[in-house]
């Protein structure tokens, strides 16, 4: 992993699966205690720590890397190493087991579209269907649990946007690699030490809106910048996109609600639901299935309301038909037709 090499040193046992490409997690739950994700499966390794003082110096060692502190007094830590993987950290007695370190590691290649039609994450049609939307300017939303595969879907959504728009993109640390000349990326910013300093998505949001986008992509929605963002929506910035996590379609515009109560204004329902699906045009469903896999499980349109309810139409869904020799998943996705939810 380049430029953490004044890192290794401290994370020696797990180095090899630093270095593997096709190692996408590495989840350390104390010393000794060592899994990692790989091709969509999560294993135990035998790697072991010396003991917890070394985990903890490892995970110290981080924490100073991003000029952060991590003890009695700040028990976890949130941090980027330099080739932008990402970080947790929870020490005792928070964490029963001993120090908890997850590294999710950031993909220097990014998938094309081609590559996920080859994986079986999405069929061609599905994904000539999706590019269509992008073209039209549908704004989007991608749902899914942790660890679905939310980013790599937006970065191909994103793929599809005209190289003459100009792009804003908001992330807490910088997944989305889009190729288009005229990108303006954000990154937000966590206080430091002392609490100072903190840049949340909701001021860069109210920065990118000042800065003429002609289409915003933010990374993720956790909270009250979703009202900003389905304003932008309702006010000229068709095109728009961003992840949540939820565990459906239906679940994604119900946690969208929640996030929108998160900005502090007293909003009725009504008019919260109403914004929601005046601003969202479709919503794309990722899972990861017990058999390792990541797919593309969904599109649905959002519809007006129905007194006061969601409808969702469903145009794609991934439906499975058996499991091979291998135990991997076999099904097919199937256009949907005069099919509403």
């Known amino acids: 992993m380049n430029g953490i090499s004044y890192l290794t040193m401290f994370l020696e046992p797990v180095k090899p699966w630093l270095d593997d490409p096709a190692v996408s997690e590495i989840m350390i739950n104390g010393p000794g205690n060592i899994y990692i994700e790989k091709g969509g499966k999560v294993s135990r390794t035998d790697a072991v720590f010396p003991s917890e003082s070394a985990l903890q110096a490892a995970a110290n060692n981080i924490a100073k890397s ?25 020490i005792p007695p928070l964490a029963r087991c001993g120090t908890v370190v997850s590294i999710r590691k950031f993909r220097t290649d990014s998938l094309s579209p081609e590559s996920l039609v080859a994986w079986h994450s999405i ?16 704004n989007m939303l991608v749902c899914g649990a942790t660890s679905s595969g939310k980013t790599s879907i937006l970065n191909v959504l994103s793929s599809f946007i005209d190289p003459a ?75 728009s996109m961003s992840t949540i996590h939820a565990n459906n379609e239906r679940d994604s515009l ?17 008019a919260i639901r109403n914004q929601i699906v005046a601003a969202l045009n479709y919503i ?58």
């Open 254 to 270: 119900l946690r969208l609600e929640t996030c929108v109560m998160y900005a502090g204004y007293e909003l009725p329902l009504t």
């Open 66 to 90: 991003v000029g952060r502190i991590l003890n009695d007094e700040y028990p976890r830590l949130d941090a980027r190493l330099p080739d932008g993987s990402r970080v947790h950290v929870v």
């Open 284 to 341: 794309v469903h990722t899972g990861r299935l017990e058999d390792g896999s990541r797919k593309v499980l969904g599109i649905s349109k959002v519809l007006p309301l129905d007194h006061g309810e969601y409808r969702l139409e469903p145009e794609w869904q991934w439906v499975q038909t058996g499991v091979d020799e291998s135990g991997r998943f076999i099904g097919e996705f199937r256009r949907m037709e005069n099919c509403k939810a």
């Open 123 to 138: 069929s061609r049609e599905m994904l000539d269907y999706l590019q269509e939307l992008v073209r039209k300017r549908m």
């Open 165 to 239: 728009d100009r792009i804003l993109t908001i992330e807490d640390s910088c997944e989305l690699q889009l190729r288009q000349p005229h990108l303006v990326p954000f990154e937000t910013r966590r206080p430091d030490k002392d609490g100072k300093g903190e840049v949340t998505f909701r001021d860069l949001l109210h920065s990118a809106l000042r800065l003429r986008p002609d289409r915003i992509i933010l990374g993720e929605i956790r909270g009250g910048e979703a009202l900003d963002l389905l304003q932008a929506m309702n006010t000229g910035h068709s095109g």
